[in-house]
């Protein structure tokens, strides 16, 4: 297996600590004027998101997280739980809905995203920073509201609730940002 010493630290990196994939977030190297120096290293676990820091004395190394990436295109949602495609072998596998979290409000039938794997099982996917869909549920607009230039919620086909202008009305088609389950712009089709 492979293995990093903290000089080859960088933001992004995928290591593992005590059988524990963490996601370097940001790290410090330190040189005390007494003892050895050591690395300050902020790390976020890939199974649960916690956010931690670990000191990691310098010439000791971590093992790489045996992790991977897959594009993967969502089919449907069963008993079984949510399926998806791998887009270069063509398998299928089943997600869990906690795996997924809150990337449920956001999937829609063939939507292309990234499945990240820890040790050949699947622990969380990251969604195209923006998707398209239509406004399912909103309250009617009244003369006078886009004086103000307010927001409204408006449920979305998915399920998802964002914030929309209140010009907006049922059966619009909008564009989200899934980072920050933001409305971006109104979609023309």
């Known amino acids: 297996m492979a293995q990093y010493a903290t000089n080859q630290f960088r933001k992004g990196l995928k290591i593992e600590i005590e059988k524990v994939p963490y996601e370097i977030v940001d790290f410090q190297h330190v040189s005390p004027g007494k003892g050895r120096a050591f690395t ?6 890939m199974l649960n998101g916690n956010v931690t820091e670990k000191t990691i004395t310098s010439g000791d190394k971590v093992d790489a997280a045996d992790t991977e990436q897959v594009e993967m295109q969502f089919l449907y949602k069963d008993s079984a739980g949510y399926n998806f495609m791998n887009q270069t072998s063509f398998d299928q596998s089943v997600i869990q809905e906690e795996i997924l979290g809150d990337a449920i409000g956001f999937l829609q039938e063939n939507l292309v995203l990234q499945v990240q794997y820890y040790n050949g099982r699947p622990i969380g996917v990251e969604l195209p920073t923006f998707v398209t869909l239509k406004i399912v549920e909103t ?3 009244f003369k006078g509201d886009t004086v103000t230039g307010g927001t409204k919620p408006a449920k979305l086909e998915t399920g998802a609730t964002v914030q929309v202008p209140f010009h907006l009305k049922e059966g619009d088609t909008v564009k989200v940002d899934t980072r920050d389950h933001t409305y971006v712009e109104k979609v023309n089709k």
Request: overall charge positive; cysteine-free; proline content about 11%.
């Open 40 to 45: 300050r290293t902020k790390v976020k676990n």
């Open 139 to 141: 309250d009617p607009a």
